[in-house]
């Protein structure tokens, strides 16, 4: 059931135009400043619990829902919820047409508008001045962006669910800066992320190399085994980021780098690894979604 949901979403999220605005969640900010103040009122003032009470209406109301669905019409209402939080929860922007519209730019030489797209997809880093610098901050920005905002909700779609996948994507937004939220909350956030990163980023790490470059991003993947708990999300970060660029022999590339088109051949070539690594992920949950029915 898992794989025909993601089937569906990612046909839907490919083909039904951008579904940017569905995602903003712009609930969420004033209803985690609402809860908090409540909380706040009653004596409750870490930030850690207050996170976990917080994100917990939301999960609760999901899981109410999809008992109330499950095996309804013979399973049709859990796809069709399937479908509906997965969109909600994929993103929440499109990298794939961000990634086209930086390359875009390149092509038209036009350098300033490439920059903003370069600082879309980087978000806070600074974007580097130097046509290659900033390529490379891009290619390595789209492997650990797709882990981020594609890889790793599917992943916890595939274990848990709608509810893996909600409560996946509700601490990536609220680990973002807000004015609302004190930095305890926040890093309450960032550490629930990091924590439900730390199997994606390592099998898509792996996964990278599966389609690219093995040993090269292999290497790289047995240096950050295990990894540390005090900087995870750093490390997490860094793993997709060093695997993916490894895995494509970035260090190795040769050609005229100072050509916008061989810079812009470099950041499609990261943007089909992703997708060929998209493939693997989808043929291993078929092959045990197969096992699961033969068994």
């Not at 794989?3 to 940017?20: Q, S």
């Not at 049709?76 to 519209?101: E, F, K, S, T, Y």
Request: with cysteine; hydrophobic share 55%.
């Amino acid at each position: 059931m898992s794989l025909i949901t993601i089937l569906i979403a990612l046909f839907l999220e490919r083909f039904a135009g951008t579904l940017d605005d569905m995602r903003q969640f712009r609930w969420l900010d004033g209803y985690a400043r609402w809860m908090r103040e409540r909380l706040e009122a009653v004596g409750i003032s870490d930030g850690t619990v207050q996170f976990v009470i917080a994100i917990l209406p939301p999960v609760v109301l999901l899981a109410l829902v999809a008992l109330m669905v499950h095996g309804v019409v013979l399973g049709l209402l859990d796809i069709i919820l399937g479908v509906i939080i997965l969109l909600l929860c994929l993103g929440p922007r499109d990298l794939n047409d961000q990634v086209d519209a930086y390359v875009e730019a390149g092509a038209m030489k036009d350098e300033e508008r490439q920059k903003r797209h370069a600082q879309d997809l980087l978000g806070s880093e600074e974007v580097p001045a130097a046509p290659r610098e900033r390529t490379r901050a891009v290619v390595e920005a789209i492997f650990s962006e797709a882990n981020e905002r594609l890889f790793a909700v599917l992943f916890w779609f595939a274990v848990l669910g709608p509810l893996g996948a909600l409560i996946y994507r509700l601490g990536g937004l609220l680990k973002a800066p807000s004015e609302d939220q004190p930095l305890a909350f926040m890093a309450a956030a960032a550490r629930l992320q990091a924590l439900m990163d730390w199997i994606p980023a390592r099998l898509f790490a792996l996964g990278y190399g599966l389609v690219g470059s093995f040993d090269a991003a292999f290497a790289v993947l047995a240096r950050s085994l295990p990894g540390s708990w005090q900087n995870m999300g750093e490390e997490n970060i860094r793993l997709l980021r060093e695997a993916g660029a490894e895995s494509m022999q970035l260090d190795h590339v040769r050609g005229d780098l100072d050509d916008p088109g061989e810079l812009n051949a470099l950041v499609e070539r990261a943007n089909g690894l992703i997708t060929r690594t998209l493939v693997v992920f989808l043929a291993v949950l078929a092959l045990m979604t197969l096992a699961g029915w033969a068994g």
